[in-house]
Protein backbone atom coordinates (compact mmCIF):
# COMPACT_ATOMS: atom_id res chain seq x y z
CA UNK A 1 0.00 0.00 0.00
CA UNK A 2 1.22 3.45 -1.14
CA UNK A 3 1.56 5.99 1.47
CA UNK A 4 1.93 9.88 1.16
CA UNK A 5 2.91 12.03 3.69
CA UNK A 6 3.02 16.07 2.60
CA UNK A 7 5.07 18.59 4.60
CA UNK A 8 6.48 21.78 4.14
CA UNK A 9 3.47 23.99 4.21
CA UNK A 10 2.37 27.21 6.13
CA UNK A 11 1.61 30.81 6.00
CA UNK A 12 3.90 33.37 4.34
CA UNK A 13 3.35 36.50 2.67
CA UNK A 14 2.89 37.90 -0.83
CA UNK A 15 6.37 37.25 -2.84
CA UNK A 16 7.72 34.42 -0.11
CA UNK A 17 8.76 31.15 -0.95
CA UNK A 18 7.52 27.28 0.31
CA UNK A 19 9.15 24.19 -0.68
CA UNK A 20 6.59 20.95 -0.20
CA UNK A 21 7.45 17.64 0.23
CA UNK A 22 5.98 14.47 0.00
CA UNK A 23 7.56 11.27 1.24
CA UNK A 24 6.74 8.21 -0.62
CA UNK A 25 6.53 4.85 1.64
CA UNK A 26 5.20 1.67 0.43
CA UNK A 27 6.11 0.44 -3.59
CA UNK A 28 6.02 3.79 -5.70
CA UNK A 29 8.50 3.90 -8.47
CA UNK A 30 9.87 6.20 -11.32
CA UNK A 31 7.27 4.71 -13.37
CA UNK A 32 4.40 6.56 -11.22
CA UNK A 33 3.41 9.79 -12.36
CA UNK A 34 3.54 12.00 -9.53
CA UNK A 35 1.80 15.10 -9.38
CA UNK A 36 0.36 17.88 -6.66
CA UNK A 37 -2.80 19.12 -6.80
CA UNK A 38 -4.44 21.90 -4.67
CA UNK A 39 -8.11 23.08 -3.21
CA UNK A 40 -8.70 26.16 -2.42
CA UNK A 41 -12.23 27.22 0.01
CA UNK A 42 -15.79 26.22 -2.40
CA UNK A 43 -13.34 25.48 -5.62
CA UNK A 44 -12.80 22.25 -7.17
CA UNK A 45 -9.53 20.47 -6.84
CA UNK A 46 -7.09 21.17 -9.21
CA UNK A 47 -3.77 20.55 -11.24
CA UNK A 48 -1.36 22.43 -10.05
CA UNK A 49 2.28 20.31 -11.09
CA UNK A 50 2.81 16.71 -12.62
CA UNK A 51 6.08 14.84 -13.15
CA UNK A 52 5.51 12.31 -16.19
CA UNK A 53 7.94 9.40 -15.78
CA UNK A 54 10.22 10.44 -18.71
CA UNK A 55 10.97 13.42 -16.38
CA UNK A 56 7.97 16.19 -18.04
CA UNK A 57 7.16 18.22 -15.94
CA UNK A 58 3.65 19.81 -16.74
CA UNK A 59 2.27 22.82 -15.07
CA UNK A 60 -1.32 24.91 -14.50
CA UNK A 61 -1.19 28.34 -16.88
CA UNK A 62 -0.96 29.75 -12.65
CA UNK A 63 2.03 28.63 -11.40
CA UNK A 64 4.30 28.65 -14.48
CA UNK A 65 7.67 30.68 -13.89
CA UNK A 66 6.97 30.70 -10.38
CA UNK A 67 6.61 26.79 -9.37
CA UNK A 68 8.90 23.96 -9.99
CA UNK A 69 8.58 20.18 -9.24
CA UNK A 70 10.82 17.90 -8.91
CA UNK A 71 11.37 14.61 -7.38
CA UNK A 72 14.77 12.77 -5.20
CA UNK A 73 14.16 9.16 -6.36
CA UNK A 74 16.76 7.96 -3.11
CA UNK A 75 14.55 9.41 -0.59
CA UNK A 76 11.25 9.08 -2.34
CA UNK A 77 10.46 12.02 -1.97
CA UNK A 78 8.45 14.50 -4.13
CA UNK A 79 9.09 18.45 -4.08
CA UNK A 80 7.10 21.69 -4.89
CA UNK A 81 9.08 24.76 -5.15
CA UNK A 82 6.69 27.53 -4.73
CA UNK A 83 8.35 31.08 -5.46
CA UNK A 84 6.81 34.46 -5.72
CA UNK A 85 3.82 33.10 -4.09
CA UNK A 86 0.38 34.91 -4.18
CA UNK A 87 -2.89 35.35 -2.25
CA UNK A 88 -4.50 33.23 -4.79
CA UNK A 89 -2.20 30.61 -4.18
CA UNK A 90 -4.33 29.96 -0.76
CA UNK A 91 -5.51 26.23 -0.45
CA UNK A 92 -4.94 22.76 0.94
CA UNK A 93 -2.33 21.26 -1.28
CA UNK A 94 -2.19 17.48 -2.23
CA UNK A 95 0.26 15.21 -3.30
CA UNK A 96 -0.83 12.48 -5.22
CA UNK A 97 0.61 9.32 -7.29
CA UNK A 98 -0.73 6.96 -10.06
CA UNK A 99 1.15 4.04 -11.30
CA UNK A 100 -0.60 4.98 -14.88
CA UNK A 101 2.19 7.67 -16.76
CA UNK A 102 -1.21 8.65 -19.04
CA UNK A 103 -3.00 10.53 -16.39
CA UNK A 104 0.42 13.28 -16.05
CA UNK A 105 -1.19 14.55 -19.26
CA UNK A 106 -5.08 15.29 -18.61
CA UNK A 107 -5.94 13.18 -15.47
CA UNK A 108 -9.04 14.54 -13.49
CA UNK A 109 -8.30 14.48 -9.09
CA UNK A 110 -10.65 10.85 -9.60
CA UNK A 111 -7.96 9.29 -12.11
CA UNK A 112 -5.29 9.42 -9.42
CA UNK A 113 -4.82 6.23 -7.00
CA UNK A 114 -2.89 7.88 -4.34
CA UNK A 115 -3.73 10.90 -2.28
CA UNK A 116 -1.72 12.23 1.05
CA UNK A 117 -3.85 14.28 3.26
CA UNK A 118 -2.78 17.49 2.30
CA UNK A 119 -0.75 20.42 3.53
CA UNK A 120 -2.18 23.84 4.15
CA UNK A 121 -0.45 27.25 2.11
CA UNK A 122 -1.70 30.45 3.30
CA UNK A 123 -0.47 33.35 1.40
CA UNK A 124 -1.56 36.83 2.68
CA UNK A 125 -1.21 40.19 1.07
Known amino acids: QVQLVESGGGSVQAGGSLRLSCAAS????????MAWFRQAPGKEREGVAR???????IYADSVKGRFTISRDNAKNTLYLQMNSLKPDDTAMYYC???????????????????WGQGTQVTVSS
Open 26 to 33: GYTDSTYC
Open 96 to 114: TADPGSYVCYSGTPSDFKY
Open 51 to 57: LHPSGRT
